[in-house]
C-alpha cells in the first residue's frame, strides 16, 4: 500500500504539471468530509520509512458510494483544482474511482482518474496478479513451513494443523501455502478454497490417509469454504447465529474442522487463524511486491499525465525465461464488481490441492527464495534392549 | 531448541571422555521406546543449519513419568552406557531429569544429568529468564506494531483489536508486548495477564476511555485470563463444554470479549490468535536467544564433565551497565514443578499493564532494535467548502 504511494509522491515531484499532492484520509470518507493532507509538507526521511511501514498510512475504508457522495466528491476535488486522482485497494476502490472518473467526465470537468490492483485477495481481473500478494504469498508459505515443523516436533501429542488463512471469495491466498511443499512429506498436505466445496466425509477420509502416512498432517484452507448446499462450516448448537447488535457470529471453518477431526476421528487437532498478521507482517514482505508496488505507483502517475482516465495499472507478466513484470491499463468499468477466482487449471482434480501450473504461477512473486531449514537423517542406534 | 543442541553437539566433540553423542526422538517417549538415533552420524552442515531452523529436530513430548517408567529408562541408558544426559525444556521436562538422576544415583549409576530451561512461557524459578523467551517476546512486539497499525488504519471499520498469546500461568508472553509502545497513544493500550483477574465491567470501562482518547484499542491478553472467580471467559449458551471424547471445547477469551464488546458497547471488535506461530517463526528470532541457547548448550556439557548432575542451567545477568549473560547451576529439585508468575513490581496498580521495571527487564532479551515505522505528520490541508 504505501510503497505505491511513495512511487506516486516521486513520480508526482518530477512533473511540474503537478503542483502539489493532497492525501485523503480514509480514502473517499476522508475526502467526503473534506479531510486533506499535505503530502508535500512530509519529511523525505518519513516517505523514504513508508516503503517498510505496515498498513495504509492515510488509513482505509470500506465505504460505497451513493449518488449524493459522488457529487460531494466531485465538488472537493473542484474546490482544490485537483486533475489527477489516484486511488489505491480491490474491487470497491475499483468501483469508486470508476464512479468519480464517470461523473467528472458527465460534468465535463477534466480529471485523470486511475487505480491501483492493491489486495492481497488478489482476486481482480485484468491483472496478472495484485500488490500486497506476493507479500501475504511469503507469509504463507513460511507460516507453513514453520506451522509444519512444529506439529511434526509435536505429533504425539497433536497430530493434526488447520492453518485458516483470508480469502472469502477466492483461494488465492490458501494456494500460496503450497510454495512451501518440496518433497511428499512436506506441509501442506491438503489446501481448501472456495472455489471448491468441501464435503466433510470426503475431508476425513483424505486426513486419515495423511496421518497414516506421514503421522501428522497439515491443512490450510481458506476462511469462506462452504459445504456443497453452499452453508458455512459450523460447530453445531454452539447458540444464538447473531448477537444482540445483529452482528453474525463469527463463524471459522478450521474450528469446525478441529472439532470434526476430534469428533469422528478422535484425533488431537488444532487450528492457527494468523489473522490481520499475515496481510502487515513487514518481515515476510516480498522484495518483488515492494518493488512492482513503486513501479506501478510511479507508472500511475505517467499514465494520468499522458491522458489517461478511467482505467486501473495492470501488471503484465512478459513473455520470457525469467520473471519480469511490467505495466498496463486496464479500463475500470471491466475491473469493478468482477472477481477472479482460481481457475480450473490452477487446482488438482480431487480439488484439495494446487497444480504445477499454480506454483509457476506463484513462485515468481514472493520474492528471496524462501529459507531452508535443515533436517536430520536419524540414523537410529542399534536396539541393545527388547 | 536447536541453538542448544548445537551448543551440545560442538562442546561434545572437544572432549575425549564422550565417545559418541545420541539424541532420543520426542524426547523421554522415544527413549523409553529405545529410539535413539546417532548425532554423531550427521553432517555438519545439518548441524549448522539446525540454529535456524524452528522446532525441536528431535521431536517433543509432554510425558509424565511412571515409576516404571523411570526404571526403563535407566535400563536403555546403562545398555547404551550413557554417562552424560542432557534434557532441553520446560517445569515437566526438569522434573523428569530430576527424576532419573535421583534413580540413577539411588542405584548407584554413574550418571551426569542436566536440563536446560527452554521454554516460550518464561515461568521457570532460578533462572533469570528462559530459553526461547526472547524470541517469543520479539514476535509478539513486533506483531503487536503490525497490529496497531492495522487497527489505526482501519479504524473506522473495526476499531477495537484484541490479540491473544501464549502463557497459561503467568503473563510473560503478553507482557513482552509492551516493548511495542514508545508513545502514550501506541499500542498496546492494554494488558491482560493470568497474575491478575479480569473484570468485564472493568474491562469495558478501559477499553471505552482508550477509544474516546485516540479512536481505536489494541489489547494483548494471555490465553488463560480468568474471572474473579476463578471461572474461564467464555460466550454463554454456546453448547456443551465437552465433545463426545471428553475433550473440553477450545476456549478462547479474547473471542469472549469481542462479543462482550460487541455486545455491551455496539463497536466491532476482532480477535487474533496468532497460534503455534508465535513460537516457530524463525523470521523474528532473537540473536540474543540463540546465542545464549548455544551457550547454554556448550555449559551444560562442560557442568557434566565438571561432576554436576542434577541441576538445570540458570541463565544469570550479570550485574552491569550494560546486558550481559552468564549461566549457573540450581539444583532440579528447586525448579521441577516451580513457577515463575510475573512478580508484583512488574505489574502497574490497575493491573492491565506492565511497569518500566518490566520494560528494563525484557528489553535486552529481544536482541536487535525493534523496527521503526514511518508515521505522517498529516499537515492538513485549507477547507474550502463547508
Given at each position: 500500500?504505501n510503497?505505491?504511494l511513495?512511487?506516486?509522491l516521486?513520480?508526482?515531484?518530477e512533473?511540474?504539471e503537478i503542483e502539489?499532492?493532497y492525501?485523503?484520509?480514509?480514502?473517499i470518507?476522508?475526502?467526503l468530509d473534506?479531510?486533506?493532507i499535505?503530502?508535500?509538507?512530509?519529511d523525505?526521511?518519513?516517505?523514504?520509512g513508508?516503503s517498510?511501514t505496515?498498513a495504509?498510512?492515510l488509513?482505509?475504508?470500506r465505504?460505497?458510494?451513493?449518488?449524493?457522495?459522488?457529487?460531494r466528491?466531485?465538488e472537493i476535488?473542484?474546490a482544490?483544482?485537483?486533475?489527477?486522482?489516484?486511488?489505491v485497494g480491490?474491487n470497491?476502490?475499483?468501483?469508486?474511482a470508476?464512479?468519480i472518473?464517470?461523473?467528472?467526465?458527465?460534468?465535463?470537468?477534466?480529471?485523470y482518474a486511475i487505480s491501483l490492483p492493491?489486495?492481497?485477495?488478489n482476486?481482480?481481473?485484468e491483472t496478472?496478479h495484485?500488490?500486497?500478494?506476493?507479500?501475504?504469498?511469503?507469509?504463507?508459505?513460511?507460516?507453513?513451513m514453520?506451522?509444519?515443523?512444529?506439529?511434526e516436533?509435536m505429533?504425539?501429542l497433536?497430530?493434526?494443523?488447520?492453518?485458516?488463512?483470508?480469502?472469502r471469495d477466492a483461494g488465492?491466498?490458501?494456494?500460496?501455502?503450497?510454495l512451501?511443499?518440496k518433497s511428499?512429506e512436506?506441509?501442506p498436505h491438503?489446501?481448501?478454497i472456495?472455489?471448491?466445496?468441501l464435503i466433510?466425509g470426503?475431508?476425513?477420509e483424505?486426513?486419515?490417509r495423511?496421518?497414516r502416512q506421514?503421522g501428522?498432517?497439515?491443512?490450510?484452507m481458506?476462511e469462506?469454504v462452504?459445504?456443497?448446499d453452499?452453508t458455512l462450516l459450523?460447530?453445531?448448537d454452539?447458540?444464538p447465529?447473531?448477537d444482540?447488535?445483529g452482528h453474525?457470529?463469527?463463524?471459522?471453518?478450521?474450528r469446525?474442522?478441529?472439532?470434526?477431526?476430534?469428533s469422528e476421528l478422535?484425533?488431537?487437532a488444532r487450528?492457527?487463524?494468523?489473522?490481520?498478521i499475515?496481510?502487515?507482517?513487514m518481515?515476510?514482505a516480498?522484495?518483488t511486491d515492494l518493488?512492482e508496488?513503486?513501479?506501478?505507483?510511479r507508472?500511475?502517475?505517467?499514465y494520468a499525465?499522458?491522458g489517461?482516465?478511467d482505467?486501473m495499472?495492470?501488471?503484465?507478466?512478459?513473455p520470457?525465461?525469467s520473471y519480469?513484470?511490467?505495466?498496463?491499463l486496464?479500463p475500470l468499468?471491466?475491473v469493478a464488481n468482477?472477481?477472479k477466482?482460481?481457475?480450473d487449471?490452477y487446482i488438482?482434480p480431487e480439488?484439495n490441492?494446487?497444480?504445477?501450473?499454480?506454483l509457476?504461477?506463484?513462485r515468481?512473486l514472493i520474492g528471496?527464495?524462501?529459507?531452508?531449514?535443515?533436517?536430520?537423517?536419524?540414523?537410529?542406534?542399534?536396539r541393545?534392549?527388547?
Amino acid at each position: 500500500m504505501n510503497s505505491s504511494l511513495v512511487g506516486i509522491l516521486r513520480e508526482a515531484a518530477e512533473h511540474d504539471e503537478i503542483e502539489g499532492v493532497y492525501g485523503a484520509l480514509f480514502g473517499i470518507q476522508g475526502m467526503l468530509d473534506e479531510v486533506l493532507i499535505d503530502l508535500e509538507r512530509e519529511d523525505p526521511t518519513t516517505i523514504q520509512g513508508l516503503s517498510r511501514t505496515p498498513a495504509a498510512a492515510l488509513g482505509s475504508c470500506r465505504y460505497r458510494l451513493g449518488a449524493e457522495d459522488c457529487e460531494r466528491a466531485l465538488e472537493i476535488l473542484k474546490a482544490h483544482n485537483v486533475r489527477y486522482f489516484f486511488y489505491v485497494g480491490g474491487n470497491d476502490s475499483a468501483e469508486t474511482a470508476h464512479r468519480i472518473a464517470q461523473l467528472a467526465q458527465d460534468r465535463g470537468y477534466e480529471l485523470y482518474a486511475i487505480s491501483l490492483p492493491k489486495t492481497i485477495d488478489n482476486d481482480l481481473v485484468e491483472t496478472d496478479h495484485c500488490l500486497g500478494y506476493g507479500s501475504v504469498a511469503r507469509f504463507v508459505a513460511i507460516a507453513t513451513m514453520d506451522a509444519s515443523r512444529d506439529t511434526e516436533a509435536m505429533r504425539l501429542l497433536e497430530p493434526i494443523k488447520i492453518i485458516e488463512v483470508m480469502g472469502r471469495d477466492a483461494g488465492w491466498v490458501a494456494a500460496a501455502a503450497a510454495l512451501a511443499k518440496k518433497s511428499e512429506e512436506d506441509a501442506p498436505h491438503l489446501i481448501y478454497i472456495p472455489e471448491r466445496p468441501l464435503i466433510p466425509g470426503q475431508f476425513l477420509e483424505e486426513v486419515q490417509r495423511v496421518y497414516r502416512q506421514f503421522g501428522y498432517v497439515v491443512a490450510v484452507m481458506s476462511e469462506m469454504v462452504k459445504k456443497e448446499d453452499g452453508t458455512l462450516l459450523v460447530v453445531p448448537d454452539e447458540g444464538p447465529e447473531k448477537d444482540p447488535f445483529g452482528h453474525p457470529r463469527p463463524s471459522s471453518p478450521a474450528r469446525f474442522l478441529c472439532w470434526l477431526i476430534r469428533s469422528e476421528l478422535g484425533l488431537r487437532a488444532r487450528f492457527d487463524k494468523p489473522g490481520t498478521i499475515q496481510r502487515t507482517a513487514m518481515a515476510y514482505a516480498s522484495s518483488t511486491d515492494l518493488e512492482e508496488a513503486y513501479l506501478a505507483g510511479r507508472m500511475a502517475v505517467r499514465y494520468a499525465l499522458r491522458g489517461e482516465s478511467d482505467c486501473m495499472v495492470t501488471l503484465v507478466r512478459e513473455p520470457s525465461d525469467s520473471y519480469r513484470c511490467s505495466t498496463g491499463l486496464a479500463p475500470l468499468a471491466k475491473v469493478a464488481n468482477a472477481l477472479k477466482t482460481l481457475p480450473d487449471e490452477y487446482i488438482n482434480p480431487e480439488g484439495n490441492f494446487v497444480t504445477e501450473a499454480f506454483l509457476e504461477y506463484a513462485r515468481p512473486l514472493i520474492g528471496e527464495p524462501l529459507p531452508t531449514y535443515a533436517r536430520l537423517r536419524q540414523v537410529p542406534v542399534e536396539r541393545r534392549l527388547s
